[in-house]
């Protein structure tokens, strides 16, 4: 069973920065996707960003909202994925959660896969 875990998250001003981090464990195959979603009060869960395993042509997958402001990269060794977030808008405000799955991926990345759920970190970005 694929499980994570998510750190970081909290406040910061406009303009700032924070990293997100999640840890997975539990992959049958060493090819997996590990990703980000946020959801704001009052709005459905959508997609931030997202990551392949494997380091090949496609292997990342950004929400237009977040592209030239947030990074996500992978520590394969510890199954770990980082999220950059910079230049933090009030609208990226939200709770992001962590998912992961080794289902079948298909690349190059066009959307995120939903797979096994964090519990969540609140992100506020204060004017």
């Known amino acids: 069973e694929v499980q994570v875990v998510e750190s970081g998250g909290g406040l910061v001003q406009t303009g700032g920065s924070l990293r997100l981090s999640c840890a997975a464990s539990?992959?049958?195959?060493?090819?997996?996707?590990i990703g980000w979603f946020r959801q704001a009060p009052g709005k459905e869960r959508e997609v931030v960003a997202c990551?392949?395993?494997?380091?090949?042509?496609?292997?990342?997958y950004y929400a237009d909202s977040v592209k030239g402001r947030f990074t996500i990269s992978t520590d394969n060794a510890k199954n770990t994925v980082h999220l950059q977030m910079d230049s933090l808008k009030s609208e990226d405000t939200a709770v992001y959660y962590c998912?992961?799955?080794?289902?079948?991926?298909?690349?190059?990345?066009?959307?995120?896969?939903?797979?096994?759920w964090g519990q969540g970190t609140q992100v506020t970005v204060s004017s």
């Open positions: 998912t992961a799955t080794d289902d079948i991926v298909v690349i190059p990345l066009v959307s995120c896969p939903r797979g096994s």
């Open positions: 539990g992959f049958a195959f060493d090819e997996y996707v």
């Open positions: 990551i392949y395993s494997k380091n090949t042509y496609g292997n990342t």
